[in-house]
């Protein structure tokens, strides 16, 4: 059964249908909620509302980005609202103090060969969660700042310079784990 065909379906509220594009995206996308909750069950909550509420607005897609990405964003924003919910509030810097940091086109999110992909998640999950989201959104989920600053409620000033600190932060705790210091 064609994708386009389960979909419409599932607007007609097919059961059948419905478990079938969940049983597709469910793992992929308890792995974007996993980045973002740290709790394995929160993570699960989230997925099973984002489907919920995916099934409910299903009339609203339009087919303009696959499924899956439309079932992404609202996977991200279900994970931020679950951590505003919980009091984990997005701190937003003080618009007049900050400074606004933009990396060249040429710029490299370059490591040591030495650092392996769980060293760079270890290192992303220990920045303050002010950086770790906007990297997170900005680095791993690809969105850039004006998607960034709708989704965590912030300026675009606010999400270049958040990315452009997290970014120095994370190279530091990367270098610091290269030269044998950090972990």
């Given at each position: 059964?064609?994708?386009?065909?389960?979909?419409?379906?599932?607007?007609?509220?097919?059961?059948?249908?419905?478990?079938?594009?969940?049983?597709?995206?469910?793992?992929?996308?308890?792995?974007?909620?996993?980045?973002?909750?740290?709790?394995?069950?929160?993570a699960?909550?989230?997925?099973?509302?984002?489907?919920?509420?995916?099934?409910?607005?299903?009339?609203?897609?339009?087919?303009?980005v696959?499924?899956?990405?439309?079932?992404?964003?609202?996977?991200?924003?279900?994970?931020?609202?679950?951590?505003?919910s919980?009091?984990?509030?997005?701190?937003?810097?003080?618009?007049?103090?900050?400074?606004?940091?933009?990396?060249?086109?040429?710029?490299?999110?370059?490591?040591?060969?030495?650092?392996?992909?769980?060293?760079?998640?270890?290192?992303?999950?220990?920045?303050?969660?002010?950086?770790?989201?906007?990297?997170?959104?900005?680095l791993?989920?690809?969105?850039?700042?004006?998607?960034?600053?709708?989704?965590?409620?912030?300026?675009?000033?606010?999400?270049?310079t958040?990315?452009?600190?997290?970014?120095?932060?994370l190279?530091?705790?990367?270098?610091?784990?290269?030269?044998?210091?950090?972990?």
């Amino acid at each position: 059964m064609f994708q386009v065909d389960i979909i419409e379906q599932c607007k007609q509220n097919n059961r059948k249908a419905q478990m079938q594009l969940y049983n597709q995206y469910c793992d992929g996308m308890y792995i974007v909620a996993k980045r973002f909750l740290k709790d394995a069950a929160d993570a699960e909550d989230v997925v099973q509302e984002a489907f919920i509420k995916a099934f409910t607005k299903l009339h609203q897609y339009k087919a303009e980005v696959t499924f899956g990405a439309w079932l992404k964003r609202i996977v991200v924003n279900k994970s931020i609202d679950f951590l505003k919910s919980k009091k984990q509030e997005l701190v937003e810097l003080d618009e007049v103090h900050l400074k606004v940091i933009d990396t060249p086109k040429d710029d490299k999110w370059l490591v040591a060969d030495t650092i392996t992909i769980n060293d760079v998640k270890k290192a992303i999950n220990a920045l303050p969660s002010k950086y770790q989201y906007v990297v997170m959104l900005y680095l791993i989920e690809g969105y850039d700042h004006q998607e960034i600053s709708k989704i965590l409620s912030i300026s675009e000033v606010a999400s270049r310079t958040q990315l452009s600190r997290g970014k120095a932060k994370l190279q530091e705790i990367l270098t610091l784990k290269n030269n044998g210091t950090r972990y």
